[in-house]
């Protein structure tokens, strides 16, 4: 059974840094895209970075360019988003995402996350 579970959400001041992390299970990084995806309230779910199948590619929005990096443990099969100089507006709840058909660039995922919540206020 294929799992992704967040954990790592909280509430931080703007400027301030969060790493959340994804435990991943049931599946092999190297079969699936994996991503980082977030919605706050009443907008749209949005794309933040994801890696291509095999690792091989990174696409950052252009929101959290400079300022957020996705990396993974495969030993751990985690994947995590280091946030820093973070703004309010970055507040939201944060999905992992992993799809095996290279859909994750529209907003498309075999296995979702259930979600962890980032707050960015002073």
């Known amino acids: 059974e294929v799992q992704l579970v967040e954990s790592g959400g909280g509430l931080v001041q703007p400027g301030g840094s969060l790493r959340i992390a994804c435990a991943a299970s049931?599946?092999?990084?190297?079969?699936?895209?994996i991503g980082w995806f977030r919605q706050a309230p009443g907008m749209e779910r949005e794309g933040v970075v994801c890696?291509?199948?095999?690792?091989?590619?990174?696409y950052y929005s252009d929101s959290v360019k400079g300022r957020f990096t996705i990396s993974t443990d495969n030993a751990k099969n985690m994947v995590y988003l280091q946030m820093n100089s973070l703004k309010p507006e970055d507040t939201a709840v944060y999905y992992c995402?992993?799809?095996?058909?290279?859909?994750?660039?529209?907003?498309?995922?075999?296995?979702w996350g259930q979600g962890t919540q980032v707050t960015v206020s002073s």
């Open positions: 995402a992993a799809d095996a058909s290279g859909r994750l660039g529209a907003g498309m995922a075999n296995y």
């Open positions: 049931g599946f092999t990084f190297d079969d699936y895209a």
């Open positions: 890696f291509s199948k095999g690792g091989g590619d990174t």
